[in-house]
């Protein structure tokens, strides 16, 4: 008689701690949490559109120009002697504003960020010096440009073909 009361007891206790610990075991998918996305208008700012269009020019049909990249697209993590899930995390959540590759491979060449106000706070300085070392350390170039409301086509070009040679 006590090992069925015994019995029924653990199967109770049991019960409690999985909903406890493990919520999803009970919940239907009804009852699951849903979040709701809509489409972005744009993919850019119009700031950023317009320098995209200078380096699709500037890029002619020798480059393909890439916006908004995130580091793990262009960087591998593998690499010996280290953490390969830490190295991969470093650098996750960070992406560089256009990338240039050559058009026969899709081979990064070069990375171009477009600094506006917001690169002039000290989380956003100390974020920004760590991706240059990255990069720098990976071997693939950046160039930084200034978003001051109006851009020089031609310096643009003068410095992105100069840094592509």
Known sequence: MIIPIILFALVIIAVIVIKKYFPEVFSS?????LYHYKRKEFLMSRAEHEFFDILVEI????YYVFPQIHLPNILDNKVVGQSWKG???HIDEKSIDYVICDKAYIKPLLAIELDDRTHEQENRKIRDEEVERI??????PL??????????KEEIRR????KLK
């Open 29 to 33: 998918k009804e009852s699951k949490s």
């Open 59 to 62: 890029a002619g049909t020798q």
């Open 87 to 89: 190295a991969f995390r």
């Open 135 to 140: 990069l720098s350390e990976a071997g693939l």
């Open 143 to 152: 160039l930084r440009f200034r978003n001051n409301g109006h851009f020089n």
């Open 159 to 162: 410095v992105v073909l100069e």
